[in-house]
């Protein structure tokens, strides 16, 4: 029998490896279960030949000072990653004839595209901006949400200001509800923008998105925020969080899936059995579990309805997130790109849809010199690929690939014969990459009834179990699974009279 740990962080993405490194940076004994074998999640990478390709997310926010990858880095004594900021941080071309939007670091250059691109809209920018103003102010003194107990009450109360008081009614609207009382409302070409940028980061479109979370969003990419791609990698992210773990003594464990928790017989603390390549099966035991899988997991990682409770089942089994992703991944010539190819691209297109493009840096580390990664993503419904017979699944994977080819060819104007490399990614390739159900990817749509004091709380109903992840506040992407990890990690550290700050 293994000796018990003070917590198990179960999956290895961002989430739990940051979740890991902070427990393990206070001292606990920490074992990081991960059932791939390579660290990252979402955020990981893969390599053919010459090229690494990031697997899902390829751009990172919150490597700002006062981010949350910064003041986490900070505290854990870490470097700064190697990376470029943005600028722009997306150009976005809604295919209508007009000229494609430039979204810049640089926020009265942004204003001044938004004027052209978008003229009459100049309130809803401002109101926004006052919402963001509010929000990043009470982010920053690291709030708890949903509140679930006194502490998080006192956390939270802490964190307010008359100014999020004073947003308090916009709560239950949309980004659309703003738009309208914006004056606004009937400019298609802006709701189009806004429905395309939205369903990167919430997504779901800007009639479903909160207005408190989508306000933020929308003004990611200007100073004194801003979008980042990383030197090497995305998964430079995940090594150096993995060498915080190392130098701290956490415990990591490659292709270790968990299968079942259970409470363990002797005391009031976990028995967590993992599964090994080749079937073989392991319990460790731990006073806490931290789980950044997705909250759908938990109904089956938790059999016992006398700990897993049926209100409580009955709600993470009515959980859908609402999207899948097929993936493109090529390379390129650069000689072959457009001059001043953007690193970022979003372009508006029906079949097989709307599409992200993301695109290496000459010496970036993801392709030689003088060539280029080609990253494309389109939102798909995450039904329907898993049960196919292999024929039928390849035939569909082929069609899809070459739908997606020539979108990114018409994007980039390509020559003819450009691709050096292409493959396809499915909801059933992500399903294997990254063990999501259904291979859905982000979280579960941040609409004004799952956002913030209305969403899925870090701290479960069952004691010594904590949440983490994109289906937690403040929702998906790098830097807010950081800001997740950071709460569920000081509400376990309250919990046993101890207080988890950052560093300033």
Partial sequence: MDSTRDAIVVGGGIAGLTAAALLAHEGMSVTLLESHHQLGGCAGTFKRGPYTFDVGATQVAGLEPGGSHARLFRHLGLKPLAAERLDPGCVVNLND?????????????????????FPGSERFWELCSWIHRQNWQFAAADPVLPVRS?????????????????????????IADLQSLSGCGSNRRLRRFLDLQL?????????????LYGATVLQMCQAPLGLWHLQGSMQSLSDQLLSSLQR?????????????????????????????????R???QAADVVCSLPPQCLPSLIPDRTLLHESYRRRIQGLHAPSGALVFYGAVNRRDLPESCPVHLQCDWDTPGSLFLSISRDGDGRAPVGQATVIASVFTTPEGWHDLPEEIYQDRKRTVLEQMRRGVEKALMLPEGAWLHSELSTPRGFAYWTGRPNGVVGGLGQSPDRFGPFGLASRSPISKLWLCGDSIHPGEGTAGVTLSALMACSQLMEERGQTLTLTD
């Fill in 282 to 284: 392991r319990s460790l």
């Fill in 199 to 211: 369903r990167l980061y919430s997504q779901q479109s800007a009639d479903q998105t909160a207005a």
């Fill in 248 to 280: 701290d003594g956490a415990e990591v464990l490659l292709r270790h899936r968990a299968v079942l928790m259970k409470r363990s017989n002797t005391d009031s603390g976990w028995s967590v059995h993992v599964e090994l390549p080749g079937g073989e």
């Fill in 97 to 117: 004839g007009s000229s494609p939007i430039h979204l810049w670091h640089d926020p009265q250059r942004w204003q001044e595209e938004r004027k052209r691109q």
């Fill in 150 to 174: 006194g502490w998080d009450l006192s956390q939270t109360l802490k964190a307010l200001t008359p100014g999020n008081l004073a947003t308090a009614p916009l709560s239950l609207l949309t």
